[in-house]
């Protein structure tokens, strides 16, 4: 890979990194990241000390938020439609790009059980169970019309419930 191209992947890793935390981060790290990604012969590019030092003073903060809200589901797939069941509900899938549409989506998690062929999980992060509530009502139509399109890749799908992070430091 050339060395242009390492340095357009690092700069996107770092523009998803401020998408994801700066609005949590202390301005002295925002602006420490922003020079260093500016700067290509300062080895800022991730993977080198000082870019793992600038990414976990970013992250940092994004631990010590509040307890959120996350959405569990238990999915049992077809066996001919993992592949593409993976794709849709995966982090970068058709239902994160959809839950994108809100600041209060804070991501998804796929799992699959190592036991059970065919049987994942999914957890979705929210700022709360409110945000989450109101991106439903405000996208109900192509909430809708996914979920539709979803309904061939499973055999069953379950909600399993809503539940919180617990704050580590109490």
């Keep these: 890979m050339s060395k242009d191209k390492r340095f357009h992947i690092a700069l996107q890793l770092v523009a998803v990194v401020f998408v994801m935390f700066a609005i949590h981060a202390p301005e002295d790290c925002i602006k420490t990241a922003i020079a260093m990604t500016s700067n290509r012969s300062a080895g800022a ?20 938020m509040p307890n959120h809200y996350q959405a569990l589901w238990e999915f049992h797939v077809k066996l001919e439609s993992i592949s593409a069941f993976e794709r849709t509900y995966g982090p970068a899938g ?40 109101r991106f439903k009502q405000d996208h109900a139509a192509a909430y809708a019309e996914l979920d539709k399109q979803c309904e061939s890749l499973t055999d069953q799908e379950n909600f399993v419930g809503d539940f919180e992070t617990i704050d580590s430091k109490i």
């Design 45 to 64: 590019l991730a993977g080198s000390p000082a870019g793992a030092s600038a990414l976990e003073c970013l992250i940092e903060p994004r631990r010590r």
């Design 94 to 133: 058709a239902w994160a790009q959809l839950f994108r549409q809100s600041p209060d989506y804070l991501g998804t998690d796929l799992i699959r059980d190592l036991d059970r062929p065919g049987r994942y999980m999914t957890i979705d992060r929210w700022t709360s169970r409110d945000a989450l509530q």
